[in-house]
């Protein structure tokens, strides 16, 4: 029988991603300097859709799971996070629970995913092919609607949508030994070609987000409102799936799936962090006059 080991890449970059979450959180305190704001754009164009991607990969239809797992904890915090802001930061805030608190999108976002994975799971390749140009095509078109936004959070879901679909495919794929073999054989045979075509690619992102990037507001990539609140352009999110398609393969070539200690554990304990590094944040806002 096989044993199953686990993919360190996976936790490799998680702790990335998430230590990028509270590097970016944290600049949100000095978003008035230019070259932050840069960095900050750069880090936005790509860590949340990465993020998406990886939880695509793993998600599971699993109902009790997901109640457990995803909305039991987003009602929890969003009590949390409310009470915090009233009680201990003097902030008042009206609790609620159809519109997620800030970070907490996500959980009602993967709940929203995770219930469409005995749709998307089924067919072959065509199929998925299909699925991800619709999706595509639902997150561009999404922003036309202006009663599409913060509540729950379904602007986010719609945009975002490609990334976790792509990753739970990709999964799939390496689920079945075949397809996986066959993934693995072309890697290896043009393993140089791909480094360097990615490598071109997330220059010229990088390079593009430094060069152009002053005239496009980083809410955009909060992908949290339609066009007409936003005054974000269909072409720049189109632009922004693209940017954090080409960082998500870029990513996943130069992190290797090696254990390292503290570093790999970190990204295998990502959601705690998730959950509670924004109390801090939040602390330090409020010390600073930025809620």
């Known amino acids: 029988m096989k044993t199953k080991t686990r993919d360190f890449r996976m936790d490799n970059i998680k702790a990335i991603l998430i230590l990028l979450v509270v590097i970016g959180h944290l600049m949100e305190l000095h978003l008035k300097t230019?070259?932050?704001?840069?960095?900050?754009?750069?880090?936005?164009s790509f860590h949340m859709p990465l993020f998406i991607f990886i939880s695509g990969y793993f998600a599971r239809f699993r109902i009790k799971k997901l109640i457990a797992g995803l909305l039991v904890p987003y009602f929890v915090f969003q009590t949390i996070?409310?009470?915090?802001?009233?009680?201990?930061?003097?902030?008042?805030?009206?609790?609620?629970?159809?519109?997620?608190?800030?970070?907490?999108?996500?959980?009602?976002?993967?709940?929203?995913?995770?219930?469409?994975?005995?749709?998307?799971?089924?067919?072959?390749?065509?199929r998925h092919l299909l699925f991800i140009v619709l999706s595509v095509a639902g997150a561009i078109g999404i922003g036309y609607i202006r009663k599409i936004g913060m509540?729950?959070?379904?602007?986010?879901?719609?945009?975002?949508?490609?990334?976790?679909?792509?990753?739970?495919?990709?999964?799939?794929?390496?689920?079945?030994?075949?397809?996986?073999?066959?993934?693995?054989?072309?890697?290896?045979?043009?393993?140089?070609?791909?480094?360097?075509?990615?490598?071109?690619?997330?220059?010229?992102?990088?390079?593009?987000?430094?060069?152009?990037?002053?005239?496009?507001?980083?809410?955009?990539?909060?992908?949290?409102?339609p066009y007409a609140v936003s005054h974000e352009t269909p072409l720049a999110?189109?632009?922004?799936?693209?940017i954090a398609s080409v960082c998500i393969i870029y990513i996943f070539l130069l992190v290797p799936n090696i254990r390292f200690n503290f570093f790999t554990r970190l990204g295998s304990k990502t959601k705690p962090i998730y959950l509670c590094h924004g109390f801090i944040i939040l602390a330090l806002k409020s010390s600073a006059g930025l809620i």
């Open 237 to 242: 999110r189109l632009l922004h799936l693209i």
């Open 81 to 126: 996070y409310i009470c915090f802001l009233n009680y201990i930061l003097h902030e008042p805030t009206k609790l609620q629970y159809s519109k997620p608190y800030w970070i907490l999108w996500y959980l009602m976002a993967m709940f929203i995913w995770c219930l469409t994975v005995p749709l998307i799971e089924n067919g072959g390749h065509l």
């Open 34 to 44: 230019g070259t932050i704001k840069t960095a900050y754009k750069i880090i936005y």
């Open 151 to 225: 509540n729950f959070t379904l602007s986010r879901v719609f945009v975002y949508y490609p990334f976790f679909i792509l990753g739970h495919y990709i999964s799939t794929i390496m689920r079945n030994e075949d397809d996986k073999q066959c993934l693995i054989d072309f890697y290896h045979r043009h393993f140089y070609e791909i480094l360097i075509a990615s490598g071109a690619a997330f220059g010229a992102v990088i390079g593009y987000i430094i060069r152009f990037m002053q005239k496009y507001s980083y809410v955009w990539f909060y992908e949290s409102a």
